[in-house]
């Protein structure tokens, strides 16, 4: 597998971008996205959701390798590589690679009192849906708070500031689907 500097160039060559155009579509600097490039720096989750959305591509596109066209794409999810989160879990990218979809689900695994800090991200799609799979959860969105349980679901525009934060001292499990 490419490591995740030869993997952005790759996916950028691809597209027949200049680092300096993809740098402008998604709104980090140029001196990042080469050092980057060049492995001198790790990308966290909102520089990476950032080029994707500069490249048009989903977020597994980083992690997973293309493989064979098939009708169908079936996975296990212990086969789905587990992406860190600076503030305390991980997140398993979920995307199917070769259909191309409106949407893009991922996993988030939050430890006890970690979080999703989102809000950092300028992300551009608007619709995001979230379903509690298992814990509690606090969804920092807009200026209010709204306490989720397990089973509970949600809808939100996902461009406004937001954060997600483990309030249990317990680990939660989010479902996480955006628009494309």
């Known amino acids: ?106 996993l988030v695994k939050l430890d006890a009192d970690g979080s999703f800090e989102e809000s950092q991200y300028g992300i551009k799609s608007p619709h995001a849906f979230v379903w509690v799979r298992r814990g509690q959860v606090l969804l920092e969105y807009d200026g209010c708070d709204y306490h989720l349980t397990e089973m509970q679901s949600l809808y939100y525009d996902a461009r406004k500031q937001h954060n997600w934060r483990n309030i249990s001292g317990l680990p939660c499990e989010l479902l996480m689907v955006r628009s494309r």
């Open 1 to 106: 597998m490419q490591s995740i500097s030869e993997k952005i160039k790759t996916l950028r060559q691809q597209q027949g971008l200049s680092q300096r155009c993809l740098a402008e579509q998604s709104g980090i600097s140029a001196a990042s996205l080469s050092q980057l490039e060049s492995g001198q720096g790790s990308p966290s989750v909102a520089t990476l959701q950032k080029l994707a959305d500069g490249l048009g591509i989903a977020i597994a596109a980083f992690f997973l390798e293309t493989g064979d066209q098939k009708p169908i794409e079936i996975f296990d999810l212990n086969d789905r590589p587990m992406v860190p989160l600076n503030q305390g879990g991980h997140f398993i990218p979920l995307t199917a690679l070769h259909h191309p979809i409106g949407f893009e689900p991922m």
